[in-house]
């Protein structure tokens, strides 16, 4: 996608990691920096491939997993707009570990490596920030490798609902989400077969929990009285006890504007 220097500046300057550069050194970085459309299902790279750049999610939705010798995937994030990918990779030789697939249209902006580089000479603080950005990730990983090991099939469900949902649950009202990746990632995001994804569906729809309607999930007054108040701990020892109101969304959830049925549409 073709996009003039002035206009890639300007995109530079939304990014957090880039807005205090200097105007010499946004200019600079621009020339390093393309705009990508691509469709669902494209690879933006493989394991075993060379990082080249870093990538700042515009649109749509990727998924960063890795594989087995015998093809076997796990999917270790789930990437959305504003998010940034590719950063620890820049700072290493080696070939990288994961894959990066969208499973949706997508639109990134990708910085080349060398780019980077001479803007952090630019500006040493761009190298605070990008360490900053790195640390978040690796936190919200352990966060979720902590999830993997101790939640119950449900309690994963829950606490997914209730990150999505944010301080809307807050209200006290009925959420609306709706999933704008397809069910399956979902469900290998989660270490989920889909199968147990729409079993645990069924059970929390069943008990009056949740609606499901294509790809709405609507949490029910009941959910909000039987789970807002919940943290995880307390999800992975099956007690209902008290969760800060207002507790900030998973950093791979985005959630949408504009309201619908019973309450707000938070987008996954």
Request: proline share 6%.
């Given at each position: 996608?073709?996009?003039?220097?002035?206009?890639?500046?300007?995109?530079?300057?939304?990014?957090?990691?880039?807005?205090?550069?200097?105007?010499?050194?946004?200019t600079d970085i621009a020339r390093s920096t393309e705009v990508m459309s691509l469709p669902k299902c494209r690879i933006v790279y493989a394991?075993?491939?060379?990082?080249?750049?870093?990538?700042?999610?515009?649109?749509?939705?990727?998924?960063?997993?890795?594989?087995?010798?015998?093809?076997?995937?796990?999917?270790i994030e789930i990437l959305s707009p504003r998010d940034i990918f590719g950063v620890a990779e820049l700072f290493d030789d080696a070939p990288?570990?994961?894959?990066?697939?969208?499973?949706?249209?997508?639109?990134?902006?990708?910085?080349?490596?060398?780019?980077?580089?001479?803007?952090?000479?630019?500006?040493?603080?761009?190298?605070?920030?990008?360490?900053?950005?790195?640390?978040?990730?690796?936190?919200?990983?352990?966060?979720?490798?902590?999830?993997?090991?101790?939640?119950?099939?449900?309690?994963?469900?829950?606490?997914?609902?209730?990150?999505?949902?944010?301080?809307?649950?807050?209200?006290?009202?009925?959420?609306?989400?709706?999933?704008?990746?397809?069910?399956?990632?979902?469900?290998?995001?989660?270490?989920?077969?889909?199968?147990?994804?729409?079993?645990?569906?069924?059970?929390?729809?069943?008990?009056?929990?949740?609606?499901?309607?294509?790809?709405?999930?609507?949490?029910?007054?009941?959910?909000?009285?039987?789970?807002?108040?919940?943290?995880?701990?307390?999800?992975?020892?099956?007690?209902?006890?008290?969760?800060?109101?207002?507790?900030?969304?998973?950093?791979?959830?985005?959630?949408?504007?504009?309201?619908?049925?019973?309450?707000?549409?938070?987008?996954?």
């Amino acid at each position: 996608m073709h996009t003039s220097l002035d206009d890639l500046a300007l995109l530079l300057g939304e990014v957090a990691l880039f807005r205090d550069l200097p105007g010499n050194a946004m200019t600079d970085i621009a020339r390093s920096t393309e705009v990508m459309s691509l469709p669902k299902c494209r690879i933006v790279y493989a394991a075993g491939d060379y990082p080249r750049a870093l990538y700042h999610v515009m649109s749509g939705h990727l998924k960063v997993s890795v594989s087995s010798p015998d093809g076997d995937e796990k999917v270790i994030e789930i990437l959305s707009p504003r998010d940034i990918f590719g950063v620890a990779e820049l700072f290493d030789d080696a070939p990288c570990v994961s894959a990066v697939e969208t499973v949706t249209p997508v639109v990134l902006m990708a910085i080349g490596r060398e780019g980077v580089l001479r803007a952090i000479e630019h500006d040493p603080g761009l190298s605070r920030r990008m360490l900053g950005a790195m640390a978040r990730r690796q936190t919200s990983i352990e966060r979720e490798i902590a999830a993997e090991c101790f939640q119950s099939g449900t309690a994963k469900v829950v606490a997914t609902l209730l990150r999505l949902a944010g301080p809307d649950v807050a209200r006290g009202e009925p959420v609306v989400l709706e999933l704008a990746i397809p069910k399956h990632v979902l469900a290998a995001r989660l270490g989920f077969t889909p199968e147990t994804l729409s079993r645990i569906f069924r059970e929390l729809s069943d008990a009056g929990m949740i609606h499901v309607h294509g790809k709405q999930v609507t949490l029910t007054a009941a959910f909000i009285r039987c789970y807002g108040g919940v943290d995880s701990l307390s999800l992975r020892a099956g007690r209902p006890v008290g969760r800060p109101a207002g507790r900030p969304a998973a950093p791979w959830f985005e959630r949408g504007d504009g309201a619908a049925r019973a309450g707000r549409v938070q987008r996954i």
